[in-house]
């Protein structure tokens, strides 16, 4: 059964939201920490940044659900369809000779799997209540998505290869 | 209620310390980290109630990462120190880590009388299939066909040791099995590891992106045991051999005697001292 269809009231999906949100602001805040330490400024502070923006969403989910009791679900009881939460970037995706373009990509592939989760929830939910406010934040975090285009077009273009490396950890010989 | 006298809640974030860690970014360590804290915060353990030891090596370093009571000890000797620790002070929770050479090379003997003497330790090998810290060597988990290393560039051609299969003949009572990319499926399984009365044993396949880039894949690979835990070590022992050692769960969980240290250590070292006297 999917995720969507177990989600049958606003308390619920807003603890599901909250806890998207806070994930990601966790996760890049360990990938700035990441790129500090290995000397990469420019991506740690980009990761720093977002790690702001995702922890300013979750402070609005939060206002928004005052006065209601969020449930307290142990981080293995979501059940995400993925291993982690859909804003949550994958640690194994990073480098440390990454670029901000890199970075903003990642970032990117968050934010769309954030609307992909709350734009099914607006189809799937069987409580009304529950599919009008996913699809607002689905609208949002499509704002957030073109945002984040805006932000990746002021920075050249890479590809998947991460730049050259003249003092690499392991060169055999 | 007296609202001063309600225990604050830990969040995970109140488990790690202010240092942030020098593992290469991508490390499967990371997540090691993340699922030890999201365990202790669930568990709500207060953080002078817990001690993290470990050996030598890129992964030992979680220890200065958390802000439970932390010892970084010497190579292979995580358990030695963890055991004494626990005879002395057997109501703290102590956790134990390592890499697989640290562990099962280093201090492979201290492992498997730590599992046959089921003291209540939670030992978590973080499993990279690699030396990192010194620069990329075969390890006792390491396939004999690697030939990335310039120590053996013919690979070791020596077969590895399964974990799994090691903790469950030399008689651990808890073995499990975690994967980095999965930090809140290993959070779970070491709150697991951590209330079970007895040796736990967690091998947390841990990716090495410096000197094993080829384990990114691993996350396409992961799976979890189909089985439910086993508590016959027949069976375990079946699936563990059957298995591709990339399978994740809790394999193994039974309830063995748990080896407590006489009142000896209760005596005090006068009494002690006197039984040397000539």
């Given amino acids: ?173 | 209620m007296d609202q001063a006298a309600k225990p604050i809640a830990l969040t995970p974030k109140d488990f790690k310390s202010a240092l942030k860690p020098v593992w290469c970014p991508g490390c499967g360590d990371f997540a090691v980290l993340n699922a030890i804290t999201k365990a202790l915060a669930f568990m709500g353990l207060p953080r002078e109630n817990v001690a993290l030891i470990s050996g030598i090596g890129c992964s030992s370093r979680i220890a200065a990462y958390t802000s439970v009571y932390g010892f970084h000890g010497v190579h292979g000797r995580a358990l030695a120190l963890a055991s004494g620790l626990k005879a002395a002070r057997p109501d703290l929770t102590v956790l134990v880590a390592g890499g697989d050479g640290d562990g099962l090379s280093i201090g492979g003997n201290h492992f498997i009388h730590a599992c046959r003497r089921n003291m209540d330790l939670t030992y978590i090998i973080m499993d990279n299939e690699v030396y990192g810290m010194t620069k990329g060597q075969a390890s006792p988990t390491t396939a004999p066909d690697w030939t990335s290393s310039k120590l053996t560039p013919r690979g070791s051609g020596i077969r590895p040791f399964q974990p799994a299969g090691l903790a469950l003949t030399a008689g651990a009572s808890f073995i499990a099995r975690g994967f980095t990319g999965d930090p809140n499926g290993l959070a779970k399984i070491l709150v697991a590891a951590m209330e079970h009365k007895g040796f736990s044993f967690v091998q947390a396949l841990s990716p090495c992106p410096t000197f094993r880039p080829e384990q990114m894949q691993w996350k396409l690979h992961v799976s979890a045991f189909d089985e439910e835990t086993s508590s016959d070590p027949v069976e375990a022992a079946q699936r563990i051999q059957a298995d591709d050692g990339m399978s994740t769960g809790i394999i193994f969980r039974n309830e063995y005697p748990v080896f407590r240290p006489g009142t000896g250590v209760d005596r005090g070292m006068g009494k002690i001292e006197s039984e040397f006297t000539i």
Avoid: C
Wanted: no cysteine; aromatic share 8%.
């Fill in chain 1, 1 to 173: 059964m999917s995720l969507a269809k177990k989600i049958t009231d606003l308390d619920t999906f807003l603890t599901y939201s909250v806890a998207l949100e806070e994930e990601a602001a966790g996760r890049h805040d360990e990938l700035a920490d990441m790129m500090e330490v290995h000397n990469n400024p420019e991506v740690a502070g980009t990761f720093r940044k977002l790690a702001h923006y995702s922890r300013l969403h979750a402070q609005e989910i939060r206002d928004h659900s005052k006065g209601r009791t969020l449930a307290v679900i142990a981080p293995w009881d979501f059940g995400w369809e993925s291993m982690e939460g859909p804003e949550t970037a994958d640690i194994s995706d990073v480098n440390y000779m990454m670029t901000t373009t890199q970075a903003l990509k990642i970032a990117m592939g968050n934010e769309q799997r954030a609307h992909d989760f709350y734009h099914e929830i607006s189809k799937l939910s069987p409580d009304e209540a529950v599919r009008a406010l996913a699809a607002e934040f689905a609208d949002e975090e499509k704002e957030h998505l073109e945002l984040l285009a805006k932000w990746l077009a002021k920075y050249p273009e890479s590809g998947e290869e991460m730049p050259f490396d003249p003092d690499p950890a392991h060169m055999p010989e």
